[in-house]
């Protein structure tokens, strides 16, 4: 579903990605992790063109997006949540949901609003379609921007430390339906802190530092004992 | 000194009729402006490097020049290039026009800069174009966050119109020079026209607060 071959990513002189070659296959769930600034994020973003890499070639689904390939047309089978949630705040919920496959699916309004009214269901938030987002809590933000995301009936999901922005009694509501995801076969690469979740959901884990891949494998095999020394090193200081 | 009431009370039906005028150039002159100031201001501040250009250089030019001198080339060097008169009313809001495009255009600029840079992020992983997630996205959150400026530049407007006086046109500065040429009634008349213009950006900034409040709500 993902295929990336020498991957690298420079901000001006500063070398984030370092040549990541990675495949991800379909309804796989890859769970990366790693230290603040080891490129981990960056390498999500690669994903779907929010930054664009220096050289490689990234394909999605058959596309490859490093080529000249339409980049919206590609964005719309990949969906992202972002930590921060980045819902429209001037339009309520329902309308945050429907906006992209209107404009860019071009479907009618009542289809749109009938699969986000389910989707809202789905996230345990089918009361809140007429909020806005600032009256939502971090977690009901969060489940709602994975709505939108979901909307577009995406074949791919990124999630950048989609957690990382919530307090903590908030976190378990989001991983909830995450999980839910996963158990529908979706596609996931998700960039995270939470070890535990990682754990649980990963097909695959994936340790990044210093724009490189160290170390991957099944999640428990990681976790419990990892070969490479940067990965023990990281794990001493978080586990 | 002697204060003349009954030439200001004489006057003020057509100081008034001014006013109305000024008031007219000002609307049009911002309507214009803010057609011309939300294109340049996002042909500043997009990724195609001779439109960002052209954009700087059209701010640079009519914020670094005075409204005098630019109403003076439209009034009176215009005309030369197109070997035809050019029309006071039009000479007008066409110098305010342009010169308030600038300023907005600046206005449109910082407020969809102060949007924060996940919006469009957003917007476009949800495959929408730039252009789409500008237009459905970013103006209407920038709109808000702007009305507060764009009150004070057309309070600047409507007071730097009373320069067009200059070539002639009859709005309420003009009438006054108009009144006071006939009655020699400077003071009464001028403090009459000081007065008006106050009455008038007062109710602006009234009018602004009050959209300001209402939009927050919502």
């Known amino acids: ?239 | 000194m002697n204060f003349n009431m009954d030439l200001v009370i004489q006057s003020f039906p057509l100081l008034l009729l001014g006013a109305g005028i000024t008031v007219q150039i000002t609307a049009i002159s911002v309507g214009l402006g803010l057609i011309i100031g939300m294109f340049v201001g996002i042909a500043r501040i997009s990724h195609v490097k001779p439109l960002s250009f052209l954009a700087a250089v059209y701010t640079d030019f009519l914020r670094g020049t005075p409204l005098l001198v630019q109403i003076f080339l439209i009034y009176f060097a215009l005309p030369l290039i197109l070997d035809q008169r050019v029309d006071p009313f039009f000479a007008a809001i066409t110098a305010c026009g342009i010169n308030s495009g600038a300023y907005i255009a600046e206005i449109f600029r910082a407020g969809i800069q102060a949007i924060d840079d996940g919006q469009m992020e957003a917007g476009r992983s949800l495959g929408m174009t730039w252009v789409q997630t500008m237009r459905y996205i970013i103006i209407p959150q920038a709109f808000k966050n702007i009305i507060p400026p764009l009150g004070n530049e057309f309070i600047a407007l409507l007071k730097d119109s009373s320069l067009v006086s200059v070539i002639g046109f009859e709005e309420l500065t003009r009438r006054g020079q108009l009144i006071i040429a006939r009655t020699y009634g400077s003071l009464e008349i001028w403090l009459s026209v000081a007065v008006i213009y106050l009455v008038m950006t007062l109710a602006i900034s009234r009018l602004v607060a009050y959209m300001e409040k209402r939009l927050k709500t919502t």
């Not at chain 1, 972002?82 to 404009?103: D, G, S, W, Y």
């Not at chain 1, 996230?123 to 979901?150: T, W």
């Not at chain 1, 960039?191 to 210093?210: K, S, Y």
């Open chain 1, 1 to 239: 579903m993902i295929d990336i071959k020498d991957l690298r990513k420079s901000f001006d002189d500063h070398e984030v990605l370092k040549g990541i070659n990675l495949h991800i296959n379909p309804q796989e769930v890859v769970v990366i992790i790693g230290p603040s600034g080891s490129g981990k994020s960056t390498l999500l973003r690669c994903m779907n063109m929010l930054e664009i890499p220096t050289s490689g070639r990234v394909v999605v689904d058959g596309i490859e997006l490093t080529g000249e390939a339409n980049i919206n047309k590609a964005r719309a089978e990949i969906g992202m949540v972002f930590q921060r949630f980045n819902l429209f705040p001037h339009m309520t919920v329902l309308e945050n949901i429907v906006l992209a496959p209107m404009k860019v699916r071009k479907i009618s309004r009542e289809e749109a609003e009938q699969t986000a009214k389910r989707l809202l269901a789905q996230v345990g938030l089918a009361d809140k379609a007429a909020a806005y987002p600032p009256q939502l809590s971090g977690g009901q933000q969060q489940r709602v921007a994975i709505a939108r995301a979901l909307a577009m009936n995406p074949k791919v999901m990124l999630f950048d430390e989609p957690t990382s922005a919530l307090d903590p009694e908030m976190v378990k509501e989001v991983l909830d339906v995450m999980k839910s995801l996963v158990n529908k076969g979706m596609t996931m690469a998700i960039v995270t802190h939470e070890m535990g979740f990682a754990r649980e959901v990963g097909d695959r884990l994936l340790f990044v530092d210093e724009g490189q891949i160290i170390e991957q494998g099944p999640p428990k095999e990681v976790f419990d004992h990892p070969k490479e020394e940067r990965t023990k090193l990281f794990f001493s200081k978080i586990l």
